[in-house]
C-alpha cells in the first residue's frame, strides 16, 4: 500500500513488479495480500499491458487500521475479545477487560495515522525522533513534520534559567564518540 501511495496516485497504477522490486518482498507474497485489499476497496487493480493497482481511495482517507484489519482481520490480541461466545469465562473473566482495553487502544492508533501520514518523510522522520523522545500523539507529529522546528511538544518548556523545565535529552550520540575516542 506504501509503495502504491508513493509510486502511483488514486488513478495511476502501479505494477507489482515495480512494488515487488521497491520492497524486496516476493511478487507471490505481494499477489496473496492485495486479494483483501482489494476485497476491502483499499486497492483497485487495472488488468492489460499498462495495468496494476492504485489506491481505492486517496492517501489521506486510508487509515492504518483499515490496512492491519483488511490484511489479518480484527485487532483483538485474544480470540475472546471480539467473539465473547468462543470462552466459557469470557462474562466473568477479569483478566478478559486488560485484552479487551489493550485491543482498543491498539485501534485506537492504528485509526489515528493514515497512508498518507506513512508516505510523508517528514512525518516519517518526526515519528521516529518519537521513539526517543517523550510521547507525542499524530497531531504533534504532522505539526513538527511541517515546521521542522523543536518539536511542538518541547516548545512550551523554556531552560531552567527563564523559569522553564529542563530538559534531558538522550545524549546517545556524544557517549557514543566519547567511547570511540577512548
Not at 490484511?71 to 478478559?96: H, K, M, N, Q
Not at 486488560?98 to 506513512?118: F, K, V
Request: aromatic fraction near 4%; include cysteine; charge should be positive.
Amino acid at each position: 500500500m506504501l509503495e502504491v501511495a508513493r509510486l502511483g496516485a488514486v488513478e495511476e497504477p502501479v505494477n507489482m513488479r515495480t512494488i515487488a522490486s521497491a520492497t524486496g518482498i516476493s511478487k507471490a507474497y505481494l499477489d496473496q495480500i492485495t486479494i483483501p485489499l482489494r476485497g476491502h476497496r483499499l486497492l483497485r487493480g487495472r488488468a492489460g499491458r499498462s495495468g496494476g493497482y492504485a489506491l481505492g481511495k486517496p492517501a489521506a482517507e486510508i487509515t492504518v487500521r483499515e490496512i492491519v484489519e483488511a490484511v489479518i482481520g480484527p485487532v483483538d490480541l485474544v480470540e475472546c475479545v471480539g467473539e465473547p461466545d468462543f470462552c466459557d469465562r469470557a462474562g466473568v473473566c477479569e483478566t478478559r477487560v486488560i485484552w479487551a482495553l489493550m485491543a482498543q487502544r491498539i485501534r485506537g492508533i492504528l485509526e489515528e495515522y493514515t497512508l498518507a501520514d506513512l508516505s510523508d518523510p517528514a512525518f516519517v522522520d518526526a515519528a521516529k525522533r518519537q521513539m526517543v523522545e517523550p510521547f507525542a500523539p499524530a497531531e504533534a507529529l504532522r505539526a513538527h513534520a511541517k515546521t521542522r522546528g523543536k518539536p511542538p511538544w518541547k516548545q512550551a518548556c523554556g531552560t531552567p534559567a527563564e523559569g522553564g523545565e529542563a530538559q534531558v535529552r538522550p545524549r546517545r550520540k556524544r557517549a557514543r564518540r566519547a567511547r570511540a575516542a577512548r
